[in-house]
């Protein structure tokens, strides 16, 4: 008997719950209807508002460019009807009004020894309303006044630095250097910021486990105020196997005093270093020179005297000689 009473207890809580979710739903019905009659009655009225309409600026003056950016959207006041604005504002996401700078009224500002115009944006409230075709009244614009500092376009030739970065795989190395074709190019732009730059670098980029040469065509990272002759570069990055070479090479003494019999301990030291597999024969023909000059010694204050190596092919790279310095002996040659 208890449990007959229970089940119908909560019979008719669920219906009273499912009574009360359709009240609700039938109330944000009436709602949402009596706020869209609303909104569209409000359309009809007259209003004064502010909206953020897209500009557009062309037709710079000859060998000119702007210095300073010019605002992207200017604030206007309307008063019109509802239903006009709205549209303004919908058309102002898809469609800039175009202003063009050889056709706008704008003076030279007093005192200024630059290139500095300004113009009252007042002046262009008739053409912004023949522009939009609006039934709205432009009140009036902000910013008042559009400051225009123009500077002369000028050009240079400037290297390109590439920004690669190359990880090679294990044994394997960059021969030589990163290639760039071309070398140079040529950038025109503002003067006073062509002024400071002395370089155009390439976008940065990552290989990894390269084991071979690659040869990509990569874009330059140009900023937006200057314009370049090529928008992309050839880079060439020479990878070849490596290998080390070990020699034993005698040390040579410069310049040594006709008075004196410099004797050395090692006399023969090993130079070590890395070679391109390609290039390990031609090691042999290379005239290697391990050199002590005494010129560039202090024999009193010195306890051990350093090496050079000469004729140090451009294939061999990461040197080392072993040992780096010697000890010596002085003797005095007998007249």
């Given at each position: 008997?208890?449990?007959?009473?229970?089940?119908?207890?909560?019979?008719?809580?669920?219906?009273?719950?499912?009574?009360?979710?359709?009240?609700?739903?039938?109330?944000?019905?009436?709602?949402?209807?009596?706020?869209?009659?609303?909104?569209?009655?409000?359309?009809?009225?007259?209003?004064?508002?502010?909206?953020?309409?897209?500009?557009?600026?062309?037709?710079?003056?000859?060998?000119?460019?702007?210095?300073?950016?010019?605002?992207?959207?200017?604030?206007?006041?309307?008063?019109?009807?509802?239903?006009?604005?709205?549209?303004?504002?919908?058309?102002?996401?898809?469609?800039?009004?175009?202003?063009?700078?050889?056709?706008?009224?704008?003076?030279?500002?007093?005192?200024?020894?630059?290139?500095?115009?300004?113009?009252?944006?007042?002046?262009?409230?008739?053409?912004?309303?023949?522009?939009?075709?609006?039934?709205?009244?432009?009140?009036?614009?902000?910013?008042?006044?559009?400051?225009?500092?123009?500077?002369?376009?000028?050009?240079?030739?400037?290297?390109?630095?590439?920004?690669?970065?190359?990880?090679?795989?294990?044994?394997?190395?960059?021969?030589?250097?990163?290639?760039?074709?071309?070398?140079?190019?040529?950038?025109?732009?503002p003067s006073g910021i062509l002024d400071t730059i002395t370089e155009v670098r390439t976008k940065y980029r990552k290989f990894t486990r390269v084991n071979e040469t690659l040869k990509k065509s990569i874009s330059l990272?140009?900023?937006?105020?200057?314009?370049?002759?090529?928008?992309?570069?050839?880079?060439?990055?020479?990878?070849?196997?490596?290998?080390?070479?070990?020699?034993?090479?005698?040390?040579?003494?410069?310049?040594?005093?006709?008075?004196?019999?410099?004797?050395?301990?090692?006399?023969?030291?090993?130079?070590?270093?890395?070679?391109?597999?390609?290039?390990?024969?031609?090691?042999?023909?290379?005239?290697?020179?391990?050199?002590?000059?005494?010129?560039?010694?202090?024999?009193?204050?010195?306890?051990?005297?350093?090496?050079?190596?000469?004729?140090?092919?451009?294939?061999?790279?990461?040197?080392?000689?072993?040992?780096?310095?010697?000890?010596?002996?002085?003797?005095?040659?007998?007249?």
């Amino acid at each position: 008997m208890y449990g007959k009473i229970l089940i119908w207890l909560r019979n008719k809580a669920g219906r009273g719950i499912s009574n009360i979710n359709r009240d609700y739903t039938i109330f944000g019905f009436f709602l949402l209807l009596s706020f869209i009659f609303w909104y569209l009655n409000s359309l009809g009225k007259e209003i004064e508002t502010e909206i953020r309409y897209p500009v557009r600026y062309v037709n710079l003056p000859k060998e000119r460019t702007l210095a300073e950016e010019l605002p992207s959207r200017l604030n206007l006041y309307l008063k019109g009807p509802g239903y006009a604005v709205l549209k303004l504002k919908l058309t102002g996401s898809r469609a800039p009004v175009i202003l063009d700078i050889s056709a706008l009224n704008y003076r030279r500002v007093p005192g200024s020894r630059d290139l500095s115009y300004y113009l009252k944006t007042s002046g262009i409230i008739p053409k912004l309303k023949n522009d939009l075709r609006s039934e709205c009244q432009i009140l009036y614009i902000k910013p008042d006044t559009l400051f225009f500092r123009f500077d002369r376009i000028v050009s240079k030739k400037v290297p390109v630095v590439s920004a690669v970065e190359v990880i090679t795989d294990r044994q394997y190395f960059i021969k030589g250097g990163i290639a760039i074709e071309p070398e140079t190019i040529k950038i025109s732009g503002p003067s006073g910021i062509l002024d400071t730059i002395t370089e155009v670098r390439t976008k940065y980029r990552k290989f990894t486990r390269v084991n071979e040469t690659l040869k990509k065509s990569i874009s330059l990272d140009l900023p937006d105020y200057y314009s370049a002759s090529v928008k992309k570069v050839s880079v060439t990055i020479p990878v070849e196997q490596f290998t080390e070479a070990e020699l034993t090479v005698p040390v040579k003494i410069l310049n040594q005093p006709d008075s004196i019999d410099l004797k050395i301990f090692p006399d023969v030291v090993t130079v070590k270093g890395l070679v391109a597999v390609n290039d390990f024969k031609k090691l042999a023909e290379i005239p290697f020179e391990v050199i002590l000059d005494m010129d560039k010694v202090n024999l009193r204050s010195s306890e051990r005297i350093p090496l050079e190596i000469r004729n140090v092919p451009p294939f061999l790279t990461s040197l080392r000689i072993t040992p780096g310095d010697v000890d010596f002996l002085i003797e005095k040659n007998k007249k």
